[in-house]
């Protein structure tokens, strides 16, 4: 699966965004979608995850209220993560994963098997 993420850029404190994945050639229905990012010098760290069916999403406490992950209505091959309420501490370079991991595990490290997008990068600052 090839994966092309978009939507970062700088927006003040309080703003939002809306990061997409999009997958070519495949639906994305078939797959778990997985959201995490990084910082230098950080860990890559779990954000969101919506599962299959679109019907269950999880989120890092840190997130919480503020990110919601969504399946397009319309493009069978998108997801997004909305991110509203940005704080500077959001600021970090946005992944999305799919694979076929089952929901149980979604919040472990990615494997060799799972797609990634190229990532984006999120500055919050005023």
């Known amino acids: 699966v090839q994966l092309q993420a978009s939507g970062g850029g700088l927006v003040q404190p309080g703003g939002s965004l809306r990061l997409s994945c999009a997958a070519s050639?495949?639906?994305?229905?078939?797959?778990?979608v997985r959201w995490f990012r990084q910082t230098p010098g950080k860990e890559r760290e779990f954000v969101a995850a919506?599962?299959?069916?679109?019907?269950?999403?999880?989120y890092a406490d840190s997130v919480k209220g503020r990110f919601t992950a969504s399946r397009d209505a319309n493009a069978r091959n998108t997801a997004h993560l909305q991110m509203n309420n940005l704080k500077p501490e959001d600021t970090a370079v946005y992944y999305c994963?799919?694979?076929?991991?089952?929901?149980?595990?979604?919040?472990?490290?990615?494997?060799?098997?799972?797609?990634w997008g190229q990532g984006t990068l999120v500055t919050v600052s005023s």
């Open positions: 919506i599962n299959r069916g679109g019907g269950s999403t999880d």
């Open positions: 050639g495949r639906i994305l229905t078939n797959y778990l």
């Open positions: 994963v799919v694979d076929r991991m089952i929901w149980g595990a979604r919040r472990s490290v990615p494997d060799d098997h799972a797609a």
